[in-house]
């Protein structure tokens, strides 16, 4: 007898050790998972990218990863500036001179775009954000051999659904719809998902607390539970005063915006 396979589903961890680890804890008194999924933008923002990357590379096989742009571009040589123009930039600096070559590697290692257990696994598709319907069945459309679709960027917890096959631009996509704390979602036969778990270690929907998804799937049976977790905000905000971040990151982070 096949069993159900158990997927704990973050993106945008930006270095929020804090945040990553209360949701861990909660996915673990839970019943635990199988695979952990990761949908990008692991770094930049927080003040712990080497303790986050470290806390992945613990998880060993279990962990499945893509690149989001933040992720992209701290490992690109030349890509940052000590004097950038823009706050998140100065953020993401202060990460690419925390982690080591070692780290940097790692975060290669990861694709840009994966399909795992009948899931596409991708953060800005065609570095798009997926806020709109039109926009999510230009996704579904284009996405063959696979059903549902796992985005991130956009920080904010929800999904999109549509009969739209691949290659078909006559099905509409509904609008996007929100998955807030314990929010039980069972997929239909017949309808395809793009789904968003919403930016762990920096929210966007007004909610401070932290965004994730617990999967549980058996064959074609799918069904996706929403969590939201407390995490103690203040240590990270004391760390990013200490390291002289930007003053724009605690603001995010109290307000839950971007």
């Known amino acids: 007898m096949q069993k159900y396979t158990r997927i704990l589903i973050c993106s945008d961890i930006h270095s929020n050790i804090e945040a990553l680890q209360a949701c861990l804890a909660d996915a673990q008194a839970r019943g635990g998972f199988d695979r952990f999924w990761s949908i990008g933008d692991v770094v930049g923002y927080g003040p712990d990218p080497v303790a986050v990357l470290d806390e992945l590379r613990a998880l060993g096989d ?3 990863g893509v690149q989001g742009n933040h992720d992209r571009l701290s490992v690109k040589a030349g890509g940052l500036h000590p004097r950038p123009d ?7 600096y202060r990460n690419f001179l925390a982690m080591t070559a070692t780290d ?5 290692s990861w694709p840009h775009d994966i399909v795992d ?5 991708v953060h800005d598709p065609d570095k798009r954000y997926v806020e709109d319907a039109s926009t999510a069945g230009w996704v579904l459309a284009a996405t063959r051999h696979v059903r549902h679709v796992v985005v991130g960027h956009s920080h904010k917890p929800g999904y999109f659904v549509t009969t739209r096959k691949a290659g078909d631009a006559a099905a509409p996509t509904e609008r996007f719809r929100p998955l807030r704390d314990g929010d039980v979602l069972e997929f239909e036969a017949g309808r395809r998902y793009l789904i968003n778990p919403g930016g762990l ?4 929907d007004r909610d401070a607390s932290a965004p994730y998804l617990l999967a549980s799937i058996h064959g074609d049976s799918v069904t996706i539970e929403a969590r939201r977790v407390e995490y103690d905000m203040e240590a990270t905000i004391a760390k990013l005063r200490d390291l002289d971040y930007p003053t724009e990151l605690e603001w995010h982070l109290r307000r839950g915006t971007g």
Do not use: M
């Not at 257990?117 to 696994?121: A, D, N």
């Open 62 to 64: 279990r962990f499945v």
């Open 86 to 92: 823009w706050w998140w930039q100065h953020a993401d």
């Open 104 to 108: 940097r590697a790692f975060i290669r």
């Open 117 to 121: 257990l009948g899931f596409r696994l």
């Open 201 to 204: 270690g920096q929210p966007r």
